[in-house]
């Protein structure tokens, strides 16, 4: 059994989110259905346990022969702030408990220990901090556990070392491959790369490539099954299949046409499951029975009991075989001969529309639309076969409501075309497409943004399309069902798109009264708002009219009304969304709650004038809104409604007050006082006066949080120069405290650099106006030779050789990189600084990657003058052993040829260790026995003259470098 030694991990404090939400909204029970991105199944002597993962909530379901799998269980959820990737389990386990660990979003690592007479997690997660801040170029992708933990970010694999509680990058080895999957085979990492498959060994710390498989083979999944055979998935040659443990190959494409695989199973009679992702939403599921020689595509059964093609995410089974999906999970015991739902219990959790019915309510998810009627079940009533993948939900009339819904758009080529209007008059028993003209209202095509379906009180449907650029330049029109469809646009006066100007749609509103008709949407000038565009006309019809005062450009999103008040909230603009009150001809502004540092997402208004507002994520960060918000006096005072950090899509009122659907579920709002926080900056300009190019100078602002809650800062910086950074970007401040924040100018070029620092929070967001000048430098690089020449090389072998990088000049040169525009020529290190009349080694490396000629340029950037280098190479096939020596220490003997008293040996040490070295002659002979010596991380120098005794003749000499981080032989050509 596998230790468990996560005793030293510190506790995680995110069970406070489910105590936060039960004080602050009451949750609405949801229809079952929800995607699953994680499955797995445990079993003990008494249960099979299956532990589905969505994005923010693990369940449990217990396993029987005369039922089936239990319903959902909720076991654990997550921290709104974060989702979760994947979920791992140690298949060699046994006994009552299991360990269980989740990876989120930004690289936590969870663990907890599943008990299967509890049927729950015993005691609280414990966390381990991420390895590496995830971003949307490098996103974590997989766990593992064992022994270690593994966790893959992007194409690298970081292993948590339980020793010295600390992640390690574990690249050695790979030669800069790109991992595509990775899997724990028997205690073995194992890697699926774009060169083959790679294995990892614990204690040299170093992958090595597969005996016997192709190295020219893209791989992108691997698996080993329970009868020791191996399944490769790959681009460019299909699955590969191995029943001899990686002895010899063969190809098994016979009936999957030969596609990428991404994801493989088998199950306890031998039976092979493989995914391929088809794009999009689609993906294809083939099996392959125990002794027979070709797949057999399976999915069309499975498509046919779910009523649309979906994206299989993950893959599990005991007594059965688990598909995770888009839509859920869904169960075979029959191989997958027929399969059944298996979601009760796993409850929706991205509502996309939420109405009220007489007695009853209506909601949207990603398995379509549902109501339910009192304290009765929910039940699904559109579509009846298939999903609807969450569209909005559109009510009018009292007494009897009529509920519309529009189908999603259909794109073909480079138009899209609308999605029919569905309409029910009977709470979802039936619903008729109501098209009539729809074909009028022009589809998107090159640059134009969908329309935007609106449906008042009154019942009338309007289309506002924002313009289309390419090869029909339209301007902002709106289309109004009256019936039949027409367009609907005199008195706008709009041109068509052009240049860097668009026009893009917000929507159509009507008043509670429907005395006045609103129209609105917002200019933009490149990517940044620049305008608004408002209109009004009376609902009963005539032309539209500007209705922009008092707005100060500020773009209109969304509206609500009650009687003949209407409010509206903005969008984004200067780094806040402002709220307004329609008053005489003109637009007020009123006073907006703290979060408004983000697009106005929803507003609305309850039965009592209640105002309640929320905010979009803010997307420069990926942070979630901040909450929903309410006042009773137009602004002057705010009250807090919960639901912090969850992403509201749209709020709706009811005579028992305020609902969020959200994609954490729908939530019933409670108001209570609202705490905020208040940052207050005792520095808001800084000028930086004249700085020498390359040369950074700090300034120090001091924040206070003068309110009375929490302080986050997620994000401090220059929105439009990198020359000015903020440090740190994200902390939090507890209400009183106060921290430093370094803003640092560091101009890259000469001239004038302006800027507006501004801080993203849960509060009102504040700037810093900075500027500065950038003085040119007078450093000079100096470069022996602009021409490097490698000449022949041996594939997978690198050679190095040293630069002398020289500064004539009277300033310091700073290098602030390198680069190279062939990755065949790597320069180290890619920054540096040089005083004045001093000099720097750079080291270049030739590693080639075919037999062809390589030519390349090392553009140097600097304080200096722009310079370059022009390097080139060829690889060739390596005729011996000494030609294909270990170079894994980047080790370099110079010069070359060496005297013994000037010959020297440089090499790289990852972290402090023992170094072993060994000279022996072309013969073999030991010249100088092995030496172990201590070696500080970096760039170190071995002098072979220290440590000989005696003379030495002439002739080519190999000294070995030994250390934790690998090995390297170096030729030495010593004349005397």
């Known amino acids: 059994m596998v ?26 029970d949801m229809p079952d259905g929800e995607q699953i991105l994680a499955i797995n199944t445990i079993s003990s002597q008494t249960a099979v346990v299956r532990l589905a993962a969505t994005r923010s909530i693990v369940y449990s379901s217990v396993f029987s022969s005369a039922n089936g799998w239990s319903p959902g269980n909720v076991l654990y959820q997550v921290n709104p702030l974060r989702r979760i990737v994947d979920a791992s389990t140690v298949a060699s386990e046994t006994g009552a408990s299991r360990r269980y660990a989740l990876l989120l979003d930004d690289g936590t690592v969870l663990f907890f220990t599943y008990s299967f007479s509890a049927d729950a997690m015993s005691g609280a997660p414990q966390s381990i901090v991420p390895a590496v801040q995830a971003t949307n170029q490098t996103p974590y992708r997989k766990l593992l556990i064992g022994d270690s933990t593994v966790v893959f970010v992007g194409s690298s694999v970081y292993r948590y070392q339980p020793s010295s509680t600390t992640w390690r990058l574990d690249t050695i080895g790979l030669n800069r491959a790109t991992v595509n999957d990775i899997i724990n085979v028997q205690g073995v990492i194992t890697a699926a790369t774009n060169r083959g498959v790679s294995l990892f060994n614990s204690s040299t710390l170093r992958w090595s490539r597969m005996p016997g498989f192709d190295s020219a083979a893209n791989c992108t999944a691997l698996h080993l099954a329970r009868n020791g055979r191996w399944f490769v998935g790959t681009v460019n040659r299909g699955t590969l299949l191995s029943s001899d443990n990686g002895t010899s ?106 109405q009220f019915l007489s007695g009853g309510m209506m909601v ?33 009339g009292l007494a009897s409501p009529v509920i519309v819904t529009q189908l999603a758009a259909v794109t073909s080529g480079n138009v899209t075309s609308q999605g029919a209007i569905l309409v029910s008059s009977d709470a979802g028993a039936t619903w008729t497409a109501d098209t009539t003209g729809l074909y009028i209202v022009p589809g998107s095509s090159g640059f134009g943004a969908a329309p935007v379906l609106t449906v008042d009180n009154g019942g009338r449907y309007s289309f506002m399309a924002s313009a289309s650029v390419g090869q029909t330049p339209l301007p902002l029109r709106i289309f109004t069902n009256t019936p039949p469809w027409s367009i609907d646009t005199t008195g706008l006066g709009l041109r068509a798109a052009g240049g860097q100007q668009f026009q893009q749609a917000y929507g159509v509103y009507a008043n509670d009264r429907r005395t006045t008709q609103f129209a609105f949407g917002a200019v933009y000038t490149g990517q940044n708002v620049s305008d608004n565009l408002v209109y009004t006309r009376p609902y009963s019809g005539g032309a539209w009219t500007l209705d922009s005062m008092g707005l100060s450009k500020n773009p209109l999103i969304v509206m609500t009304s009650r009687d003949t008040s209407v409010y509206a909230g903005s969008q984004l603009v200067n780094g806040a969304a402002s709220l307004f009150k329609r008053s005489g001809s003109s637009w007020m502004k009123l006073p907006a709650p703290p979060a408004a540092v983000s697009d106005t997402r929803a507003i609305a208004l309850d039965s009592t004038g209640v105002l309640y507002v929320c905010y979009g994520p803010v997307v420069s960060t990926g942070s979630p809104n901040r909450g929903v918000y309410a006042t009773t006096n137009e602004g002057t005072a705010w009250e807090y409604a919960g639901l912090d950090s969850v992403t509201v899509r749209g709020l709706t009122g009811a005579s028992d007050g305020m609902y969020a659907y959200t994609n954490r579920g729908t939530y019933k709002l409670t108001r209570q006082v609202l705490r905020a926080a208040v940052i207050l900056l005792n520095n808001r300009t800084i000028n930086f006066d004249s700085v020498g190019i390359g040369q950074p100078r700090d300034s120090v602002v001091q924040i206070t949080n003068t309110g009375n809650d929490t302080l986050r800062v997620t994000n401090f910086r220059a929105a439009s120069n990198a020359v000015f950074t903020a440090t740190p970007t994200q902390f939090v401040l507890a209400p009183g405290q106060s921290r430093d924040v370094t803003i640092r100018f560091l101009p890259t070029t000469a001239g004038a650099f302006t800027a507006v620092i501004r801080t993203t929070s849960n509060t009102q967001p504040d700037s810093i106006r900075v500027s500065g000048f950038g003085k040119p430098s007078n450093a000079i690089i100096q470069v022996a030779n602009r021409v490097i020449a490698f000449g022949l090389v041996n594939l997978q072998t690198s050679k190095d050789t040293l630069i002398p990088i020289k500064n004539i000049g009277t300033d310091t040169l700073i290098v602030t990189n390198i680069q190279s525009n062939n990755n065949a020529f790597t320069p180290t290190p890619s920054s540096f600084r040089v005083a004045p009349n001093e000099e720097t080694m750079l080291r270049i490396r030739f590693t080639p990657p075919n037999v062809m000629q390589a030519n390349g340029r090392l553009r140097i950037i600097s304080n200096a003058a722009a310079d370059s280098l022009l390097v080139n190479g060829q690889g060739q096939q390596p005729e011996s052993v000494e030609e294909t020596m270990l170079n894994e220490l980047n080790a370099v003997a110079y010069p070359q040829p060496s005297s013994l008293t000037n010959a020297k040996v440089r090499f790289t040490v990852l972290a402090p260790c023992d170094v072993q070295c060994m000279l022996v002659s072309s013969t073999g002979e030991t010249i100088i026995p092995e030496l172990s010596q201590w070696f500080d991380a970096g760039i170190q120098t071995f002098s072979i003259a220290s440590r000989t005794q005696g003379s030495v003749a002439s002739g080519v000499y190999y000294l070995r470098i030994r250390s934790p981080f690998g090995t390297s032989i170096v030729p030495v050509v010593i004349e005397e």
Do not use: H
């Not at 598909?323 to 997958?336: D, E, K, L, P, R």
């Open 364 to 396: 949207s998810t990603g398995l379509g639309i549902f109501k339910k009627q009192g304290s009765g079940a929910w039940s699904k009533v559109y579509p009846q076969t298939g999903f609807l993948a969450g569209r909005p939900l559109y009510k009018y």
């Open 249 to 354: 190959w063969s190809v098994d494409t016979a009936g999957n046409n030969a596609v990428s695989m991404v994801r493989f199973y088998d199950d306890n009679v031998n039976t092979i499951y493989a995914v391929s992702n088809l794009g999009g939403n689609t993906s294809a599921l083939y099996r392959k029975i125990d002794g027979t020689s070709t797949w057999e595509r399976i999915d069309t059964i499975l498509r046919n009991t779910v009523g649309i093609a979906q994206r299989i995410n993950d893959l599990a089974g005991e007594q059965t075989l688990e598909v995770a999906s888009t839509f859920g999970i869904y169960s075979t015991q029959s191989g997958g001969n027929t399969w059944a739902a298996s979601i009760a219990g796993i409850q929706a959790e991205d509502i996309y529309g939420f």
């Open 3 to 28: 230790r468990f030694w996560y005793n030293r991990i510190c506790l995680c404090s995110v069970l406070v989110f489910v105590c936060a939400l039960s004080l602050q909204a009451q949750k609405v």
